[in-house]
């Protein structure tokens, strides 16, 4: 198995062929290159693979050391509708 | 007046929740493990005195000082949110909804992983995995395993599972590409294990310190390392080779290595199978600050104290009205400093709800982390103590530029 | 159960007096009362918890401490049960996989950004 193929985020299978393409030909954030191929948009939240698709996309830009990169959105663990029902009634 | 809540029953949380209730305050502590101690329940080592600090006891008296202080204690429930409504924080759970003036996040840290092809197969796990499976749920992780990534955290796991006596086959570095780069590098690997010459016997220090002297004794050191390892607690440490793939058909059957240049490039037609039925991937830790970050905590990335970090002063208070932070989501360290952590974020949230009184235990509480950091039997980075100042400074800086702007 | 460490040399033995019975995937096993369904499991030899919706990769524990949800499985009729930290219990009906809470995901992608 080539490096390409080998996969980043194990939620979503993104691989890093996939991430550093995307990340050279946009020139991306980190944000951006999560957008682009949903690395760490999965069932986790992005808890797994966050340091490597941020290390990925930092290659080539540089670093806000006082924000985030890669945002985190609630709910941080998933919760079905069902009880996301219950608990706001 | 209502109750104190605290995310996490690790070490921060119970001893700020101890804290807290021997204040006459009550107190609820969610966390969504099975049992209380957090991280604190894996460890186990000899300390140098001959003692053994052991995780699973060592939690069981926390729980058992908490309860007895008369916090309550809600495992099972993972907080998928937090928020400030008005003057309160509202914490989502599964089942129920949670408010309170106060809230402290003790929620520790997260493993960073080393991608490796190979690496979703069944088998494959992160080094804290092994080390939860071996000493709490006390089932083996696999008969023969590999550890990729060698630093402080995967060398105290590696002798963890040699006490349980399970075959630990080679600690060695991953191959190298983008996410990896550091912990595949030797020279990197080198010298950051030179401050943990302390936990591994003879060959180790000795060579350690041989090669601390200078950068070209270090390169020296890297191009004659032996190529089959120096061992630790008989367990190989090969900082000249590297795994490059994992392999197995629907599970673990063994990885591929191969010999790797000083720098870390892989030397072709080296390559060998071990074989091995798990695999231990060990990248390190970060501060897990999830529920900070959805709460509007402002952040700063620090290397030293393992990335990320929400805004705090010593008093672990963020600047976001009620919310404290303690643990290792302030910085990676040991369960040691976690509790003095706990302990003081617990005395700046009962000084806050009784209205003052405990000004000087707070003093004394700050200065205890420090003694207990300088203590610390294990260091996750040498150079901790100038990303707390870091951090300080950013505090500074935040708050004189939140006076500017409120004049 | 041979994948367990009865006899460690500096930990207190463990408790293997509560045996519980469960099935996975509608065979029988048993595991001991107070473990989590991933150890339960991975003593009887079991690493395979569920395969990946869209391609069928096998999959078992990464984490183990309920960050990465690789491991979640369906416990009597509950999707997305993390098997990590639920601890095994008498009559349990675990199912392998299981689809996506569909909305979950559905509700992030909408909201990411
Ligand atoms: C896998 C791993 C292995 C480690 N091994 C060692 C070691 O061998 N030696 C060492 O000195 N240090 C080790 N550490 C470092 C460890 O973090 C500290 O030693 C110490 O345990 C930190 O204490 P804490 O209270 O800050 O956090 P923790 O002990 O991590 O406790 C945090 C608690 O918060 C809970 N939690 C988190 N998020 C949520 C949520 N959303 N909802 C509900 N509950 C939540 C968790 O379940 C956990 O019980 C390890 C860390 C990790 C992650
Ligand atoms: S193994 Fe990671 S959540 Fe269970």
């Not at chain 2, 950051?192 to 180790?204: G, I, N």
């Not at chain 3, 006899?7 to 033995?13: A, E, G, Q, R, T």
Request: overall charge negative; charged content about 20%.
């Amino acid at each position: 198995m080539t490096d390409n193929k080998m996969i980043i985020c194990r939620c979503e299978e993104v691989t890093y062929g996939e991430l550093v393409e995307t990340a050279e030909k946009f020139g991306c954030t980190p944000r951006e290159l999560k957008l682009r191929t949903r690395a760490g948009m999965g069932y986790c939240g992005g808890r797994t693979c966050r340091s490597a698709v941020d290390s990925i996309a930092l290659a080539a830009t540089e670093r806000d050391i006082s924000e985030i990169t890669l945002k985190y959105q609630p709910p941080i663990r998933p919760v079905s509708f069902g009880k996301l029902g219950d608990v706001t009634k | 007046m209502g109750k104190v809540i605290i995310i996490g029953a690790g070490p921060a949380g119970l001893s700020a929740a101890i804290t807290i209730a021997e204040k006459g305050l009550d107190v609820l502590v969610i966390d969504e493990y099975m049992v209380g101690g957090g991280r604190l329940l894996g460890q186990l080592y000899e300390e140098p005195n001959g003692n053994w600090w052991n995780g699973i006891k060592e939690s069981k008296s926390l729980v058992e000082r908490a309860k007895n202080a008369g916090v309550e204690i809600q495992l099972h429930t993972p907080v998928s949110n937090i928020e400030r409504i008005d003057d309160e924080w509202v914490i989502y759970t599964e089942s129920e909804v949670h408010y309170t003036s106060h809230l402290l996040l003790a929620t520790g840290a997260a493993e960073t992983p080393l991608p490796i092809p190979g690496w979703t197969l069944p088998g494959v796990m992160s080094v804290g995995a092994a080390q939860v499976m071996t000493n709490v749920q006390r089932v083996k992780p696999g008969n023969r395993g590999v550890i990729v990534g060698v630093n402080v955290l995967s060398s105290a796991i590696a002798m963890e599972l040699k006490i349980a006596n399970i075959d630990v086959a080679c600690i060695t570095l991953p191959k190298m590409n983008i996410p990896t780069e550091k912990s595949a590098d030797p020279m990197e690997v080198m010298n950051s294990l030179l401050h943990v010459s302390h936990m591994a016997p003879s060959a180790f220090v000795k060579l350690g310190s041989k090669l601390m002297t200078n950068d070209f004794m270090k390169r020296m050191g890297i191009t004659f390392f032996p190529k089959n390892g120096v061992k630790m607690w008989d367990i190989p440490i090969m900082l000249r080779k590297a795994v490059v793939e994992i392999y197995g058909d629907g599970k673990v059957e063994g990885v591929k290595i191969a010999t790797i240049s000083p720098s870390g490039e892989v030397v072709a037609g080296t390559e060998e199978n071990i074989s091995a039925d798990f695999v231990c991937i060990a990248g390190g830790l970060y501060p897990l600050a999830e529920l900070a970050a959805v709460a509007g905590c402002p952040f700063y990335h620090i290397e030293e104290l393992g990335g990320y970090v929400p805004l705090h002063n010593e008093q672990m208070q963020t600047p976001v009205e009620g919310l404290y932070v303690a643990g290792n989501i302030t910085g990676i360290e040991g369960a040691k400093v976690a509790i003095s952590q706990g302990v003081t974020a617990g005395l700046a949230i009962a000084n806050d709800v009784l209205g003052g009184g405990l000004e000087s235990n707070i003093q004394q509480a700050i200065a205890d982390i420090e003694t207990t950091r300088d203590n610390a039997y294990i260091q996750f980075h040498p150079e901790v103590k100038e990303g707390k100042r870091k951090l300080q400074q950013y505090w500074e800086e935040h708050q004189n530029k939140s006076v500017a702007i409120t004049l | 159960m041979t994948n367990r460490i009865l006899n460690h040399p500096v930990l207190d033995p463990i408790d293997e007096s509560e045996v519980v019975t469960f099935t996975f995937d509608n065979k029988e096993y048993k595991g001991l009362r107070h473990e989590s369904i991933a150890a339960a499991l991975l003593a009887n030899g079991v690493r395979t918890l569920r395969h990946h919706e869209e391609s069928g990769t096998p999959r078992g524990i990464y984490c183990n401490i309920g960050h990465c949800f690789e491991c979640r499985v369906s416990v009597n009729g509950e999707q997305g049960v993390r098997a990590c930290l639920t601890p095994v219990q008498e009559g349990m009906n675990i199912e392998s996989g299981g689809k996506l809470l569909t909305t979950v995901r559905d509700w992030r992608a909408s909201q990411n950004g």
